[in-house]
């Protein structure tokens, strides 16, 4: 993997899903967007505003079916991801995407989600305290 120098330009992919955790989200987001020459999108099925968990209206900006060649995705986590375990479009985006990614990360419940693709196999992994029961079920280590 080639060292990012000053200037080069650096992609964030986020999955942005409805019933997110906002802070989830919006956290990470607000650190990246702060970092010269970062460039973020939220993917979802399509640009229309999903709502989260706690009410918050997020726009995506690109949809699943939009080509994600990025330096890193980050998979947010909320009561939302429970229905994308077996969400094959959702699951195949995230493996697709973190092919082309040079870092995968998620959020909280978001590993679950990492998991569910394939990921976390043998890996060791953390999540939301009242999950963490759920990570041998996708193959990572707790």
């Known amino acids: 993997m080639a060292a990012l120098t000053p200037g080069d330009p650096f992609h964030v992919a986020f999955l942005v899903f409805p019933d997110i955790t906002q802070l989830d989200l919006t956290g990470p987001f607000e650190v990246f967007k702060r970092i010269r020459g970062v460039e973020t999108h939220l993917y979802w099925k399509s640009l229309d505003p999903v709502t989260s968990n706690s009410g918050l209206q997020l726009v995506p900006t690109r949809t699943l079916a939009d080509p994600a060649a990025v330096d890193l995705l980050c998979v947010p986590g909320g009561p939302g991801q429970v229905p994308l375990m077996t969400d094959a479009a959702v699951l195949d985006w995230i493996r697709d995407t973190a092919a082309r990614s040079r870092w995968i990360t998620s959020v909280c419940t978001g590993s679950l989600l990492l998991g569910a693709a394939g990921l976390l ?22």
Request: glycine share 14%; proline share 0%.
């Open 121 to 142: 196999r043998g890996y060791r992994a953390t999540t939301h305290w009242t999950a963490m029961d759920d990570l041998g079920l996708v193959g990572a280590i707790r």
